[in-house]
Nanobody, 115 residues
């Protein structure tokens, strides 16, 4: 199970940090990621920490967003700075425990950036 928090309303140029707390999985070896779904659009990857390899970011958020994790707290984060109206959407966290388990999605957290 994943529980996201930290969303809200912020002015353009502001910052927010989303958190996603995991339970019921082996978190330390899970790949994790954040996705965004804007109104009327498909859900897209924002940032992810894979099982191996480099952290990856959507081009639109590079240099502004940072994904990180704290395995001791079974939690991962998305630090968002210099927010833009186009960052508005519902943000979903996802964990991929590995090839023998299904992906797990959080319920989504609304982020609204006003201009």
């Amino acid at each position: 199970q994943l529980q996201a928090s930290g969303g809200g309303l912020v002015q353009a140029g502001g910052s927010l940090t989303l958190s996603c707390a995991a339970s019921g999985i082996v978190f330390s070896t899970s790949a994790v990621g954040w996705y965004r779904q804007a109104p009327g659009k498909q859900r897209v990857l924002v940032a992810a920490i894979p099982h191996s390899g480099k952290i990856n970011y959507a081009d639109s958020v590079k240099g502004r967003f940072t994904i990180s994790r704290d395995n001791a707290k079974n939690t991962f984060y998305l630090q968002m700075t210099d927010l833009k109206p186009e960052d508005t959407g519902v943000y979903y966290c996802k964990a991929d425990p590995g090839p023998l388990s299904a992906d797990i999605w959080g319920r989504g957290d609304q982020v609204t950036v006003s201009s």
